[in-house]
């Protein structure tokens, strides 16, 4: 069975600002992008809200990678914290609450069904998908500023 591949990205412009939100999902020779924004957010929003809308655009499970240049979002992952956090009522190993504890709530049950194993990919370093999809947040991101 082939790999769906899902590469996300957020943009803020000014954060908090207005921001943007990709995923270009990849399968076989299929394409599809997804993209949206919200007038009032954070970066790390929006990068969670990629990973997010990625996740629930795949029907079926199937072995899945997602590919960020977050290191916030792939560290919570192949690091353990969000597992932690999960176990700990949401809190952080500090005993704070977790920043955008609802986006990784929803994030961690997307995860829990599909299971994708989640790779690190270094920003505006060329690779043709990431950068896609950072083209597809900024955009988001530009339009919304623009129509303030």
């Not at 007038?39 to 809308?53: F, G, Y």
Request: proline residues 4%; glycine residues 10%.
């Amino acid at each position: 069975m082939e790999t769906l591949k899902i590469y996300t990205d957020g943009a803020c412009s000014g954060n908090p600002g207005p921001g943007g939100w990709a995923a270009v999902l990849l399968y076989g020779e299929n394409v599809k992008e997804l993209s949206g924004g919200q007038p009032d957010t954070t970066n790390n929003q929006m990068e969670l809200r990629a990973v997010i809308e990625g996740l629930k655009a795949v029907k079926r499970v199937m072995p899945t990678e997602v590919y960020s240049d977050s290191s916030y979002v792939i560290k919570a992952f192949n690091d353990g914290w969000i597992f932690g956090w999960q176990k700990n009522g949401w809190k952080t190993a500090n005993k704070e609450p977790v920043k955008n504890k609802e986006l990784w709530q929803e994030l961690f049950t997307l995860q829990s069904r599909i299971k994708p194993k989640f790779i690190w990919v270094r920003g505006h370093a060329g690779d043709k998908w990431n950068s896609r999809a950072d083209e597809l947040a900024v955009a988001e991101a530009t339009k919304l500023k623009q129509s303030k």
